[in-house]
């Protein structure tokens, strides 16, 4: 457990950042949504906010008194248990509730919640907060990444701020780590908080690998589009090469030729490509392909949990090859909060680190990120084994 005073300077730090990052908006850009996986930023604030009136205000603060009776409606997520919602594609169609409406429930909630800690509670709703804040934590890297690809997908280019670096070269020289066969332990000892997919700890055998210290830069990979990457079917598995060809994909994502050099859209606008920089916005099928073109391989998960120590990690997502399966020994929590990762565990490969835009205080050597092989609008890197 953790003192109640840490607890609610956490949640604070944690519902102020969020409405941080929302200040260089427009009003108008609170509401875009371009694709289906990508949220308007309206819907992250009430979403995250509708999260701990319905698994903590409602169920155990006695006399609470729903903010709106809808908005469980049009906040709830993905979770089937708590009833019916508006399907994703469609949260961009939410002119109403105003954002300003939407401001007046996150601050109602929150306020109930301070009025929650400032009381005696159970370890049951200590662990239910500290879920809650670390859900607004993951949205927060997730409205960073749809702020983008909004504003990144408008003709404009626009800005979102000037403050924000996205792309810092990597000065340290390329170097492979060796790391000898043997049994290692993989998994979060739950000394401090984690979510149900890390657990159970266990053991896993991994045979000898050697693992870049580096991520692949920008101009590593303009070397593979030069080399016809994108045009040769031997570097793909069978389901990314049909995915380059029906979506015509020839370079990251955000990426533009001007002039004849490779620009890229970023937070600070459109701005030339530092070859020095990591890579990023990439899908699984675009790092497989890589990886395959060089020769080397991407790490397993294990491979990248037992190395981590020693290499410097977070600047990107960095895909592996393993697939987002349960640890030995996982349960599902009963009811909707079992929901949260079990039931995602098909069809998607696991990333590890963070980016540069994962919130403080939120990622650790055992955190399983996991999305679909061709999804690129996070910041997805790639780092090479062999």
Not at 235 to 248: C, I, L, P
Request: proline share 5%; with cysteine.
């Amino acid at each position: 457990m953790i003192d109640t005073q840490t607890l609610l300077d956490l949640f604070t730090d944690t519902r102020n950042h969020t409405e941080t990052l929302c200040k260089p908006l427009e009003i108008e850009d609170y509401v875009v949504q371009p694709a289906m996986d990508v949220s308007p930023p309206k819907w992250h604030l009430g979403h995250t906010t509708w999260f701990f009136e319905e698994f903590i205000l409602k169920h155990h603060k006695p006399n609470y008194k729903l903010f709106h009776e809808d908005f469980a409606y049009v906040f709830n997520s993905y979770y089937e248990t708590l009833g019916e919602r508006v399907v994703r594609s469609n949260r961009g169609n939410l002119s109403r509730p105003g954002v300003a409406k939407v401001y007046d429930y996150r601050h109602y909630v929150t306020n109930e919640i301070k009025e929650l800690l400032a009381t005696e509670i159970s370890a049951e709703i200590e662990e239910l907060i500290q879920i809650g804040i670390h859900h607004e934590k993951q949205h927060q890297e997730l409205l960073m990444t749809d702020i983008k690809y909004i504003l990144g997908n408008n003709p404009l280019l626009p800005k979102y701020s000037n403050d924000f670096k996205e792309h810092t070269p990597q000065t340290e020289t390329q170097e492979w780590l060796s790391f000898t066969e043997g049994v290692y332990e993989i998994g979060h000892n739950k000394d401090t908080f984690c979510y149900d997919n890390e657990l159970g700890r266990h053991k896993t055998y991994i045979q000898d690998f050697e693992i870049s210290n580096k991520l692949v830069t920008n101009g590593a990979f303009i070397e593979f589009i030069e080399a016809g990457g994108y045009q040769d079917f031997n570097y793909w598995h069978a389901d990314g090469w049909e995915w380059v060809k029906e979506e015509n994909h020839a370079h990251p994502m955000y990426w533009h030729k001007v002039n004849g050099d490779w620009h890229h859209y970023t937070l600070q606008g459109l701005k030339p490509i530092d070859p020095k920089a990591p890579l990023c916005h990439v899908s699984y099928y675009e790092a497989f392909a890589y990886a395959q073109w060089k020769g080397h391989r991407l790490p397993t998960e294990f491979e990248w949990e037992v190395a981590q120590q020693r290499l410097n990690w977070g600047k990107r997502w960095e895909w592996t090859e393993s697939a987002y399966l349960p640890y030995p020994g996982y349960t599902k929590a009963p009811g909707a909060i079992g929901e949260y990762n079990g039931k995602f565990m098909v069809n998607q490969k696991v990333l590890r680190g963070g980016s540069v835009v994962t919130p403080p205080n939120h990622t650790r050597p055992t955190y399983r990120n996991f999305f679909q092989a061709n999804l690129r609008w996070q910041y997805t890197g790639i780092r090479l084994v062999k």
